[in-house]
């Protein structure tokens, strides 16, 4: 089991730059594949970025391409987002997910959550 703790939320102004970390807990996270999804008030829970075990292979969103990037440090525990150029449509709260089967989007098939971290961009 893994517990997730986000860190990094806040408010910054369309065009700018945030970093998300999420530290997790326990000796096996080198065994997760590692994700990060948001969800808006009103909006289904959606998929952002995603990175395997060791780091080698990342995916992401359509609507974050080129802005956001994945990464992990396992000898840390922590997986981070960077997100660059910031609109007022990233704006949502931010959840980090551990899932110990392959890479998905789907929310469904990640087995450990986070409590989620507040994104507000303002235009």
């Known amino acids: 089991q893994v517990q997730l703790v986000e860190s990094g939320g806040g408010l910054v102004q369309a065009g700018g730059s945030l970093r998300l970390s999420c530290a997790a807990s326990?000796?096996?996270?080198?065994?997760?594949?590692m994700g990060w999804f948001r969800q808006a008030p009103g909006k289904e829970r959606e998929f952002v970025a995603a990175?395997?075990?060791?780091?080698?292979?990342?995916w992401y969103a359509d609507s974050v391409k080129g802005r956001f990037t994945i990464s992990r440090d396992n000898a840390k525990n922590t997986v981070y987002l960077q997100m660059n150029s910031l609109n007022p449509e990233d704006a949502a709260v931010y959840y980090c997910?551990?899932?110990?089967?392959?890479?998905?989007?789907?929310?469904?098939?990640?087995?450990?959550w986070g409590q989620g971290t507040q994104v507000t961009v303002s235009s």
């Open positions: 997910a551990a899932s110990e089967k392959a890479y998905s989007h789907y929310a469904v098939h990640y087995n450990y």
């Open positions: 326990g000796r096996t996270f080198s065994s997760y594949v």
């Open positions: 990175i395997s075990w060791g780091g080698g292979s990342t």
